[in-house]
């Protein structure tokens, strides 16, 4: 175990995305997340895209072979106490995901079942979303999917509440120990998260942040519960701070380009507070 003691961060994460050039989402965002609540990140990039506010212009998938070595790199060094996974693009980027994890069995894994870019580039292949289902979910303590790639996966609409759970429980089946499905594509000024842990169900409810500043927003709440798993919080508490970090975070949000922009990442809540001198 590393000694953390003295250094100011609170845990070691990990994620496994693509790089966006843009800065606003992908391992930029999870890293900036991890930085803003003192945890140390490490990272494995799966693709990388050519983008920035405007949208997606290219993306180059990186070999499996060099997935797996960035992987056995950092967790055979590093006691990584949580990680995530964000863009994985094909079935062979999930099935070499897979392949280390099952060598390494670490265990508070976070999916972030990423799909297509807001602009609206796929970022997945179709086949890739079955083998999400089939091989990667088992690995998981949480999947974090949006409505759009919830219903993806379950293949049927989320209207309301009582579809949402149908839709958790149903992607819980698949092999996941928790679900957040996030509403934040609801139009409603009043947006609900739920999280489906077992059979116990937990609404989070919040006000939507009057911004078009939303880049990168998956990733960020999906690399803030990682960091509060890293950092030894219990899984309902991790995803309530991510919520509420993720409300901080908007509320800074800005336009660095020409299109909407990131969130303002570097925000300190109260549960982090200042690192000691």
């Not at 265990?107 to 580039?121: A, E, R």
């Not at 998956?218 to 508490?237: K, Q, R, W």
Request: charged share 20%.
């Amino acid at each position: 175990m590393a000694n953390l003691n003295h250094t100011g961060y609170r845990g070691i994460a990990l994620t496994v995305a693509g790089s966006d050039s843009g800065g606003g989402a992908g391992i930029q965002a999870d890293l900036k997340t991890f930085a803003a609540l003192r945890v140390f990140g490490t990272s494995v990039i799966t693709a990388v895209t050519a983008q920035n506010s405007l949208g997606v212009r290219h993306v180059e998938v990186l070999s499996p072979e060099s997935i797996k070595e960035q992987l056995r790199a950092v967790l055979s060094d590093f006691p990584v106490g949580a990680m995530k996974t964000g863009m994985l693009a094909s079935s062979e980027v999930i099935e070499a995901l897979c392949e280390v994890l099952s060598e390494f069995a670490p265990q508070k894994i976070v999916v972030d079942p990423v799909m297509i870019s807001q602009t609206g580039h796929a970022l997945i292949d179709q086949s890739a979303i079955s083998t999400l289902k089939e091989k990667l979910f088992k690995h998981a303590l949480l999947v974090t999917p949006n409505l759009p790639e919830a219903e993806k996966l379950v293949e049927f609409p989320i209207e309301d509440e009582k579809s949402a759970q149908k839709a958790a429980s149903a992607i819980a089946q698949m092999g996941a120990k928790a679900v957040l499905i996030k509403g934040g594509h609801r139009e409603s000024q009043t947006l609900q998260d739920l999280l489906f842990i077992g059979e116990r169900v937990r609404v989070f409810t919040h006000p939507r942040i009057p911004t078009e500043n939303t880049h990168g927003t998956g990733c960020t709440l999906s690399a803030a519960i990682t960091a509060e798993l890293a950092s030894g919080c219990p899984l309902e508490e991790a995803v309530e701070r991510g919520i509420t970090y993720l409300q901080m975070a908007l509320r800074r949000s800005f336009r660095p380009g020409k299109g909407p922009g990131p969130v303002g990442h570097f925000v300190v809540p109260s549960w982090v507070g200042e690192a000691d001198d």
